[in-house]
């Protein structure tokens, strides 16, 4: 089993749809987890941390449920320029990060 | 959050050369990283440089192949040694950023995108 799970996509979604992304990690003791973006040849770029309490950023809510070890990302009011690959990022008990494969979203217009 | 500066940004390399990543950081960070992701792939910790010392490696990685340099906190280089065509990816230099309080936030260099051929 992957240690960060992601389905890989891609989601198609009309601008303007509401989208959500889940994503499973394997070590309960792991910390903290981030989601990050990576447009197409370029480097991850970090979107928002992911906090117990849940965070909101503008349209982007990320979730964290450590009782079943996933965590979330919603986007709401999609625009066009949200079409990237969305990468879980879990760091683990040794403080090293784990990286998902990636989600990749595609908004048309 | 930091600027990192990485060279060069793409190569087309012959199999069996050796070339080296460059990675400027424009503070002094106290840890820096290097990752690969290969076509299709998530990305993959290769190593923890250290400054002043020998690089940590994670499994699957060994120093004759992947020679980390840090001579200072604000410098590193990731040699990719006697290259075949698997090793055609990109090479990203990330640092860490602890400032935030939200634990190891990463940033990372905008990549080495290496082709063997």
């Known amino acids: 089993r992957k240690e960060v799970e992601q389905d890989p996509g891609p989601f198609n979604v009309p601008e303007g749809a509401t989208v959500a992304f889940n994503c499973t990690y394997s070590?309960?003791?792991?910390?903290?987890f981030f989601w990050y973006r990576q447009d197409c040849r370029k480097e991850p770029k970090l979107l928002m941390s992911v906090y117990s309490s849940g965070n909101e950023d503008g349209r982007f809510t990320a979730q964290l449920n450590r009782a079943s070890q996933y965590i979330s990302l919603l986007i709401r009011d999609s625009k066009l320029s949200d079409s990237a690959t969305y990468l879980c990022v879990v760091e683990d008990s040794s403080y090293k990060l784990i990286f998902g494969s990636g989600t990749r979203l595609l908004v048309r217009p | 959050s930091a600027v990192i500066s990485q060279k060069p940004s793409r190569d087309i390399c012959q199999r069996g050369t050796s070339l080296t990543i460059q990675c400027q950081v424009d503070s002094q960070v106290t840890m820096m990283f290097w990752y690969r992701q290969q076509p299709g792939q998530s990305l993959t910790l290769i190593a923890t440089a250290n400054q002043g010392s020998e690089a940590t490696y994670e499994s699957g990685f060994v120093i004759d192949k992947f020679p980390i340099s840090r001579p200072n906190l604000t410098f590193s280089t990731l040699t990719v040694s006697n290259m075949s065509p698997e090793d055609s990816s990109i090479y990203l230099c990330?640092?860490?950023?602890?400032?935030?309080?939200?634990?190891?936030?990463?940033?990372f260099g905008e990549g080495s995108w290496l082709t063997v051929v």
């Open positions: 070590n309960s003791a792991s910390q903290s």
């Open positions: 990330s640092v860490e950023d602890r400032a935030g309080g939200s634990g190891n936030t990463i940033y």
